[in-house]
């Protein structure tokens, strides 16, 4: 299993348990998922990144590529590889978890939340120049 779907795993054992029981092979289907996030980075990186500009430095380009990887990487990570809120608010065994655990679960969902914003408004201005240099 890679790096997305280990994550994925073990965000949603702790975000999500009762849906998490729910999957019959969790180790198969995170694996599966996994390598699906993988091909999706991998598809999106590219399009963040966008075309070569005229001009660009071996090193613009490598930070370039590297940002461009690490902001896909979020959002297959929020798109994908963390379960809705639906399916983590109504968990009933958050009753039964500990405080801290409760908390951490809480700040995961504000900070998920926090990132789709800022992902879209990325996205937005990744548009918006890729149609000011057209």
Avoid: C
């Avoid at 795993?9 to 996994?34: C, H, N, V």
């Avoid at 959002?75 to 590889?81: A, H, K, S, W």
Wanted: proline share 5%.
């Amino acid at each position: 299993m890679n790096k997305y779907g280990k994550f994925a795993q073990e965000t949603w054992k702790m975000t999500a348990p009762s849906q998490y029981a729910l999957i019959p092979d969790p180790e198969e289907w995170f694996r599966k998922l996994g390598e699906e996030a993988m091909r999706q980075v991998g598809e999106l990186q590219y399009q963040i990144a966008g075309p070569d500009p005229e001009g660009e430095m071996y090193l613009e380009k490598v930070g370039r590529l590297n940002a461009s990887r690490m902001q896909a990487e979020e959002i297959v990570r929020v798109e994908m590889l963390t379960p809705d809120e639906t399916e983590t608010e109504g968990d009933d065994s958050d009753e039964e978890m500990p405080e801290s655990t409760r908390l951490m679960h809480e700040i995961i969902q504000s900070f998920n939340h926090g990132y789709q914003e800022d992902l879209e408004n990325l996205r937005a201005e990744e548009l918006d120049r890729d149609n000011q240099r057209q």
